[in-house]
């Protein structure tokens, strides 16, 4: 498998992680195996920084998802990326729209995810994810979307 092939791989298995669905939790065994151990997953949106390790975010996830009865599903769909590799690291700039899960056609939020990733004994994984919604200050830009986005319209 190129090394392309398995960063895409890596991060469809991430965004499968992330979702689920009323009564079934996200895939966290799936989620520690894309990262590595010490990977950081920060949320540079203004006004809502937070600095997470694996663990915190986790845990972070399973008590938003305990602790709000309308959370009950969730999915982030990657709708276009760019990924640039050097030797044994990688940075793909993944643009996600984030809906509830079997639910809604339209997002409810956009954005973009930077996953930086690194190769380890022949095996790429995710080193840090820092991610920013989309806002009306901050909106997706041409470089963030495919040509045939509605959204450059």
Do not use: C
Not at 11 to 28: A, C, N, Q, R, W
Not at 36 to 53: M, S
Not at 57 to 75: A, I, K, Q, T, Y
Request: charged letters at 25%.
């Amino acid at each position: 498998m190129s090394d392309i092939q398995a960063i895409h791989e890596l991060t469809t298995s991430l965004y499968k992680g992330m979702k689920f669905v009323e009564g079934i939790m996200p895939d966290f065994n799936l989620l520690r195996s894309v990262f590595v151990r010490n990977a950081l997953i920060i949320n540079g949106t203004p006004g809502k920084h937070y600095v997470f390790d694996l663990a915190s975010f986790l845990e972070s996830v399973e008590d938003r998802m305990l602790g709000n009865p309308d959370f009950h599903s969730f999915e982030e769909r990657e709708v276009y990326e760019t990924t640039q590799i050097f030797g044994n690291i990688a940075q793909r700039v993944s643009t996600f729209e984030a809906r509830w899960w079997g639910g809604e056609d339209e997002p409810f939020f956009m954005g973009v995810n930077m996953i930086q990733f690194v190769k380890i004994d022949e095996d790429w994984r995710v080193a840090n994810v820092v991610w920013n919604k989309a806002t009306p200050e901050i909106p997706l830009t041409k470089e963030f979307l495919s040509r045939d986005s509605p959204l450059l319209s």
